[in-house]
């Protein structure tokens, strides 16, 4: 078990200090590209720190043998000639420099093949004062994960990548989901099985991964809440951009895990499709994929692993939700379940009624939450939880658990944000947890339910969020919704149409 010499501040703070950093290059490069260039030389000073403090332990062991005590250790090791102290002294030609430590680096461990894609000399503005700044100011932390607990250490990096994610706005949070979000998914699966938390032996996987958020979540999860160790679990992602996906190996490593992130698009190119056969599949999936996308629907009409067959006709080339939600509905084995971020417009669209008719009728659908508005940096649109599960408890069969967390009571406003607080997660799982009913907040509403109403799946349909001081003429309203519905249903047809003319269906 490792110590920590950080007894005085919190990750936070150290994260903060670490993410200081990037002022040595502030002026000097695109603050989009900051992370690039930072990330990877702290994660490089973590491998040395650690190698190092096993290094010494193994050379106790032969009676002060180096090469005895190399070929001793187990995990990565850092080439002799690229040792961080070597990085220290360089005082000119200091990107090349950097660019081949981090080649023999990948040379010296086969698991960091093609984590670390930057290259330093390809950056002029990275001269060898401001890359010997940057060092310097990396060099004064220890991030040993033998003298730092990996969690305090793998907190202090998230939230470096978090920060780097606000300096990008709405191009960062594309591979960045805030905390509180990721801390109420991973705990809608730890708390609402048979068992009261995560197994050992569990597998669990991210098919839109990026930063890893949900996968270091869950396994310190595991090793804090439940004293468990995730070094025994399958941790799997897959991250559609090279930098991000580099960014997420990384964070997986920080955190102590041996995780696998594969880079490629996760719908046409699924790596982990064993995975899809009927036969495995994982226990937990967890995701916020990108909303509203493009996806590869012409090259995918005839899926190998039948992954889009809830109906004839596929999604919508320029809406590709539900084909997130079929393909991770595909990856759960027989007991598998899985907590989803989506849109709201994935609750109610018309032209896609038939999707859910399809997992409302195979009872795979547990539980839909709505969130607080403006949750997401990158996303102003509404969002839910979707929470889907092939092996509900019998108790809960043919029925749907909604969940209205969007009042004021589950969030506080931030300045230019609102952030879930504690109390309000904690109702969330209790209501979720406990298959509760409370007017206006949650309600476990009967499949026949859901079916009369053409299978439409927006909260408001099966909880009253509208105040008694609110209350207005029952019939007049339902008539002119009723009017607005047939409107927008003849709208969206029209749309479909057109849009199957101009080859989009």
């Not at 043998?65 to 360089?90: C, F, H, N, Q």
């Not at 047809?493 to 849009?499: G, L, R």
């Amino acid at each position: 078990m490792s110590t920590n010499v950080y007894h005085d501040v919190t990750p936070e703070e150290l994260g903060k200090k670490l993410y200081g950093c990037a002022d040595a290059i502030r002026d000097a490069v695109d603050e989009a590209r900051y992370k690039n260039y930072i990330l990877p030389l702290v994660f490089y000073k973590s491998i040395d720190d650690t190698f190092a403090d096993r290094l010494e332990e193994k050379k106790d062991q032969f009676a002060g043998d180096e090469e005895l005590a190399r070929k001793a250790i187990t995990g990565m090791s850092v080439p002799e000639d690229y040792r961080w102290s070597d990085i220290t002294e360089r005082s000119e030609n200091i990107a090349p420099y950097l660019d081949e430590a981090f080649t023999a680096l990948e040379r010296e461990n086969d698991q960091l093949r093609g984590v670390v894609r930057v290259t330093y000399s390809d950056e002029d503005a990275l001269n060898d004062q401001r890359l010997r700044d940057l060092v310097q100011r990396i060099n004064a932390f220890e991030l040993s994960t033998e003298k730092v607990e990996k969690d305090f250490l793998g907190e202090a990096y998230m939230y470096m990548v978090g920060e780097f994610a606000k300096d990008e706005g709405k191009e960062g949070g594309q591979f960045f989901t805030p905390t509180d979000v990721i801390d109420l998914l991973v705990r809608i699966l730890a708390k609402g099985g048979d068992t009261d938390g995560f197994e050992k032996g569990a597998s669990f996987h991210d098919p839109t991964a990026g930063s890893a958020g949900f996968l270091v979540h869950a396994a310190s999860y595991f090793r804090n809440e439940q004293d468990g160790d995730p070094s025994t679990w399958n941790i799997t992602g897959q991250e559609l951009n090279a930098d991000i996906a580099s960014v997420a190996q990384m964070n997986t490593f920080m955190h102590g895990l041996e995780a696998e992130i594969r880079r490629e698009d996760s719908l046409a190119n699924p790596a982990f499709s064993n995975y899809l056969d009927d036969e495995e599949g994982f226990d937990y999936v967890l995701a916020n994929f990108p909303f509203s996308a493009d996806w590869p629907k012409s090259d995918l009409k005839d899926d190998k692993w039948d992954r889009f067959d809830w109906h004839e006709k596929l999604p919508r080339a320029d809406r590709g939700d539900y084909a997130f939600i079929m393909h991770i509905a595909k990856l759960l084995n027989d007991s598998g379940r899985a907590a989803v971020v989506i849109p709201h417009g994935v609750l109610f669209r018309s032209n896609e009624g038939r999707y859910r008719e399809a997992m409302v009728d195979d009872d795979i659908v547990e539980a839909i939450i709505g969130l607080p508005d403006n949750l997401f940096q990158n996303v102003s649109l509404p969002s839910a939880v979707l929470v889907l599960n092939r092996d509900k408890d019998p108790s809960r069969e043919d029925e749907v658990m909604f969940i209205n967390a969007s009042e004021e009571d589950f969030y506080t406003e931030q300045n230019n944000h609102n952030d879930l607080t504690e109390t309000g997660i904690e109702r969330i799982l209790d209501a979720y947890s406990g298959w509760q009913t409370e007017d206006g907040i949650c309600r476990a509403v009967p499949v026949d339910e859901i079916a009369e109403n053409d299978y439409n799946l927006s909260i408001s349909l099966y909880i009253d969020t509208i105040g008694d001081e609110e209350i207005v003429e029952v019939t007049s309203a339902y008539s002119q919704l009723k009017d607005a519905r047939s409107a927008r249903d003849a709208a969206e047809a029209q749309v479909d149409e057109d849009m199957g003319v101009l080859g989009y269906e």
